[in-house]
């Protein structure tokens, strides 16, 4: 079993909407949860991070962990077509573990 | 303030061969960690550095190995290359010593390798 799995996609919204990424994970012990955008020929960047369970929002982006279900979110509001990348969840678990990606693309 | 720097940005080998990855980290990082990238899929942990030692390393065969020079820039070596190595290579940096979650890799831009 992977230690976090999440639904590659692809994921086509149109601009203004609200998008929902999901993961899940394998292990109750991990604590650390990340969210990472990587653009076309890019490397990630970290976007946002929770400790624990519990929401954290930042602007138009909100990250929410649910650890009684192992579950991890990332909603995206007023979804710009800017937003339009890659979307990969991480997991600290002794080493970081990455989920495949979501491909997101927001029309115009 | 330059990011993580890597070089080069693309490579072009053929298997069997042997392949030279570079990683400059960002200013004030003292750590390095190299990720696998296939496409498709996440970033898959190699291996880490830290004062010029691997510190820890993912489920990689010893054809992967590393070095950390004392200004912390760091290589990637992969011998007896094979068509599975094809493959974005990612270098991350942090600071070891910051007290705080687990948050702070900061990527490079990558090299993507094809093996032919």
């Known amino acids: 079993q992977k230690e976090v799995e999440q639904d590659p996609g692809p994921l086509s919204v149109p601009e203004g909407a609200i998008v929902s990424l999901n993961c899940t994970y394998s292990?109750?012990?991990?604590?650390?949860f990340m969210w990472y955008r990587q653009y076309s020929r890019k490397g990630p960047e970290l976007l946002m991070y929770?400790?624990?369970?519990g929401n954290k929002e930042d602007g138009r982006f909100t990250a929410q962990v649910d650890k009684s279900s192992k579950y991890i979110s990332l909603f995206i509001r007023d979804s710009q077509p800017s937003d339009s990348a890659t979307y990969l969840c991480?997991?600290?678990?002794?080493?970081?573990?990455f989920g495949t990606g979501t491909s997101l693309t927001v029309i115009p | 303030d330059a990011g993580v720097t890597q070089s080069p940005t693309h490579l072009i080998k053929t298997r069997g061969q042997q392949v030279t990855l570079r990683c400059s980290p960002k200013?004030?990082?003292?750590?390095v960690s190299w990720y696998q990238q296939a496409l498709g899929q996440g970033p898959q942990f190699i291996f880490q550095?830290?004062?010029?030692?691997?510190?820890q390393r993912g489920n990689f065969p010893d054809r992967f190995s590393g070095h950390q020079f004392p200004n912390y820039s760091s290589e990637l070596n992969v011998n007896a290359l094979l068509l599975g190595d094809s493959a974005l290579y990612l270098c991350?940096?942090?600071?070891?010593?910051?007290?705080?979650?687990?948050?702070?890799?900061?990527f490079g831009s990558g090299t993507q390798l094809s093996v032919l």
């Open positions: 550095y830290y004062e010029e030692e691997e510190r």
């Open positions: 929770t400790y624990s369970s």
């Open positions: 200013s004030g990082h003292d750590t």
């Open positions: 991350a940096s942090s600071r070891r010593d910051r007290n705080e979650p687990r948050s702070s890799l900061f």
């Open positions: 991480a997991i600290w678990g002794n080493q970081f573990y």
């Open positions: 292990n109750s012990a991990f604590q650390y």
